[in-house]
């Protein structure tokens, strides 16, 4: 047996795809797993349009999870929605162990039992393991009733309160997840904490602080790219970004009255860039109108939202 094969004897690693509702807290838990920022947050439903995968590498305990933060399941609406649809689906087929996210304040509704009977129907025969979320907003006379809501629904294992926000509950589960990964050799560098490009984890978080900044018309409406990223000399670090919009209306509500709203989203953008890149930022946002970008199947390619 080769230095290698010993080596990777004991080690456990697997993908977890995540499923849920929208704004249930998806994209928070799989941050406070990989214990960095590799999924935006937004209070704003649907934040997540594609599959994004965080690394939670545990080299002392052997094992890695993959863990696949998925857009929130939902009726589709457009092209874009019914690609998120499409790759929730086939995220959850090829994953080890699905995740079942529930808003512990919500409790148990209609759309949690749809993705329980989905997933259940599917035959994936997959372990299927339902997280409680937000936990700590709960008292036990409140967390009883849903923890038992949970338990019946079509298809579910194992069930875990936590508080993504808090760290509540998170070490029994991660340990769990990694009980249950199949038996193999890491499948990204110990190191790595995500599958994504710069170019895209910049973007995100640009989209990001606009989601928390602007209101109800504007976020689903908007997308990111980023352009160009460039160091200079003196370790300054140079990004050009396009927000799009899909109407001229759209645009002038992000460039706010005199550019207050655009300047508002690039402060708190940049802040976002130098803690991920831990260097000095110059962020040249640019806000342009590209209609119906959510119906146009060549540029969604492009984008990356397959």
């Not at 998806?26 to 439903?45: C, F």
């Not at 370790?235 to 050009?240: A, D, I, P, Q």
Request: hydrophobic share 40%; with cysteine; net charge negative.
């Amino acid at each position: 047996m080769s230095t290698s094969e010993r080596e990777q004897r004991g080690l456990r690693a697997g993908f977890v795809g995540l499923a849920g509702r929208p704004n249930v807290g998806k994209s928070t838990l799989v941050n406070a797993i990989v214990g960095r920022h590799v999924a935006i947050v937004s209070v704003r439903p649907q934040t997540t349009r594609r599959a994004i995968r965080g690394v939670a590498t545990d080299t002392d305990a052997g094992r890695q999870l993959v863990l696949v933060d998925l857009p929130g399941v939902q009726r589709p609406r457009d092209v874009l929605t019914e690609r998120m649809q499409h790759r929730v689906e086939r995220e959850l087929s090829e994953s080890d162990l699905a995740l079942i996210v529930i808003n512990g304040e919500e409790g148990v509704g209609p759309g949690d039992r749809f993705i329980a009977r989905t997933l259940l129907e599917a035959g994936a025969k997959l372990p299927v393991i339902c997280v409680v979320n937000k936990a700590d907003k709960l008292g036990p006379n409140e967390l009883v009733p849903v923890l038992a809501e949970a338990a019946e629904l079509d298809g579910v294992d194992e069930i875990f309160p936590i508080s993504a926000r808090t760290r509540e509950g998170l070490e029994p589960l991660v340990q769990r997840l990694g009980e249950l990964m199949p038996e193999g050799p890491y499948m990204y560098p110990p190191e790595d904490r995500s599958d994504q490009s710069s170019e895209l984890l910049l973007a995100e978080l640009i989209r990001e602080q606009v989601l928390n900044r602007t209101r109800q018309e504007i976020p689903h409406s908007v997308e990111v790219s980023v352009k160009e990223i460039a160091t200079r000399d003196d370790g300054l670090v140079t990004v050009e970004a396009q927000i799009w919009a899909e109407t001229e209306s759209q645009k002038g509500i992000l460039i706010g009255k005199g550019g207050t709203k655009i300047s508002e989203v690039g402060t708190a953008a940049r802040r976002s860039l130098e803690t991920e890149l831990e260097a000095k930022v110059h962020l040249d946002l640019q806000v342009q109108v590209r209609r119906h970008w959510r119906r146009d199947e060549d540029l969604l390619d492009r984008l990356g939202i397959e």
